[in-house]
């Protein structure tokens, strides 16, 4: 990603300030801008240089030298941002940050917002989107279920802990894209840490990916690969395809760019095959929980993921006497 012009000028019209008594911020292309730190956010650093104060994005940064206390911090490892959301806002949606991480790095930030949801019948994957207890997970995984348990890892003291939530509601569902909308509502359940929505648009063929979920019940699995296509044509509907190994257990698990963002819910894998991956892409998730009023699940009719209100009365056509 270029600097932008106007920044970029700015840059170099600041890099003669004496850095002894400045910050430094160290960009991409050799440039530079020199001035005073006054706020570093996960996804921008503010700082006063002089007669104004900029907002450069950490995506454009390299590195940040602090004069006041001789600290360099290098910031080409992507930041995903957790449980912070814009109020009135169901859903963090990201696609802007193009700075890549290291997915040992990233598995130890976001990994607590991804889950193991269990039935009677079977186990899956999925993730919060935000920290009230909203989850996303595969239609499959909950098909024709009602008792829902969802594990919840958080690591605390250095130790993994599970912990277990059986008051789960399922609030929507669209078994023709193979998505549902599941909310935890047990009264001691804390705020999640949940993941930021990004976009598999702005990715090409190629681009590394990984993937987090409990194959066989192996929770917290984690598997990388590249994205093979994406465009790639099965029963009428289009998904992304990737190396990273995806298995039973697997399903309902978000599929990662390299900045630790969604871009995909892993749902299938051709099973005689290795490397052959399928995830649904982000946009149509985004399109889900956008009309997720559409998408409401009935208790009346549990494999309908629409909800119809019943037919006016013919009493109440007929004329006032």
């Given at each position: 990603m270029?600097?932008p012009?106007h920044?970029?000028?700015?840059?170099?019209?600041?890099?003669?300030?004496?850095?002894a008594?400045?910050?430094?911020?160290?960009?991409?292309g050799?440039?530079?801008?020199?001035?005073?730190?006054?706020?570093e956010?996960?996804?921008?650093?503010?700082?006063?240089?002089g007669y104004?104060?900029?907002?450069?994005p950490?995506s454009?940064i390299?590195?940040?030298s602090?004069?006041?206390?001789?600290?360099?911090?290098?910031?080409t490892?992507?930041t995903?941002?957790?449980?912070?959301?814009?109020p009135g806002?169901?859903?963090?949606?990201?696609?802007?940050?193009?700075?890549a991480?290291?997915?040992r790095?990233?598995?130890?930030?976001?990994?607590e917002?991804?889950?193991?949801?269990?039935?009677?019948?079977?186990?899956?994957?999925?993730?919060?989107i935000?920290?009230?207890?909203?989850?996303?997970?595969?239609?499959?995984?909950?098909?024709?279920?009602t008792e829902?348990?969802?594990?919840?890892?958080?690591?605390?003291?250095?130790?993994?802990?599970?912990?277990?939530?059986?008051?789960?509601?399922?609030?929507?569902?669209?078994?023709?894209?193979?998505l549902?909308?599941l909310?935890i509502?047990?009264?001691?359940?804390?705020?999640f840490?949940?993941?930021?929505?990004?976009?598999?648009?702005?990715?090409?063929v190629?681009?590394?990916?990984?993937?987090?979920g409990?194959?066989?019940?192996l929770?917290?699995?984690?598997?990388?690969?590249?994205?093979s296509?994406?465009?790639?044509?099965?029963?009428?509907?289009?998904?992304?395809q990737?190396t990273a190994?995806?298995n039973?257990?697997?399903?309902?698990?978000?599929l990662?760019d390299?900045?630790?963002?969604?871009?995909g819910?892993?749902?299938?894998?051709i099973?005689f095959?290795?490397?052959l991956?399928f995830?649904?892409?982000?946009?149509?998730v985004?399109?889900?929980?956008?009309h997720?009023?559409?998408?409401?699940?009935?208790?009346?009719n549990?494999?309908?993921?629409?909800?119809?209100?019943?037919?006016?009365?013919?009493?109440?056509h007929?004329?006032?006497?």
């Amino acid at each position: 990603m270029s600097l932008p012009k106007h920044l970029a000028l700015l840059a170099l019209a600041f890099c003669s300030l004496n850095a002894a008594v400045a910050d430094t911020l160290q960009l991409k292309g050799n440039d530079a801008v020199t001035g005073k730190i006054l706020v570093e956010k996960p996804d921008a650093v503010v700082v006063d240089v002089g007669y104004t104060v900029l907002v450069v994005p950490r995506s454009a940064i390299v590195k940040v030298s602090q004069a006041n206390n001789e600290l360099t911090r290098l910031t080409t490892t992507a930041t995903p941002l957790l449980n912070v959301n814009a109020p009135g806002q169901f859903y963090r949606a990201g696609g802007q940050t193009t700075a890549a991480g290291d997915v040992r790095d990233l598995v130890k930030q976001i990994g607590e917002a991804v889950v193991q949801v269990r039935t009677p019948s079977g186990l899956g994957s999925g993730f919060f989107i935000n920290a009230d207890g909203y989850l996303i997970t595969n239609f499959h995984v909950i098909e024709g279920e009602t008792e829902l348990t969802v594990e919840v890892y958080r690591q605390v003291d250095g130790q993994l802990d599970r912990e277990t939530y059986k008051k789960v509601r399922i609030v929507a569902i669209n078994k023709f894209q193979d998505l549902a909308l599941l909310k935890i509502e047990d009264k001691d359940a804390p705020r999640f840490k949940f993941l930021t929505l990004g976009n598999s648009d702005a990715l090409s063929v190629g681009d590394p990916v990984f993937a987090i979920g409990s194959p066989l019940g192996l929770e917290r699995t984690v598997t990388e690969g590249i994205l093979s296509t994406k465009t790639r044509e099965l029963e009428g509907e289009l998904y992304l395809q990737t190396t990273a190994q995806i298995n039973p257990g697997n399903s309902g698990g978000p599929l990662f760019d390299m900045a630790g963002e969604v871009i995909g819910v892993t749902n299938m894998k051709i099973m005689f095959g290795e490397g052959l991956g399928f995830a649904i892409p982000v946009e149509l998730v985004k399109n889900f929980l956008d009309h997720r009023d559409a998408f409401a699940y009935s208790t009346d009719n549990p494999n309908a993921p629409y909800r119809y209100l019943e037919p006016p009365s013919p009493a109440s056509h007929l004329p006032a006497e």
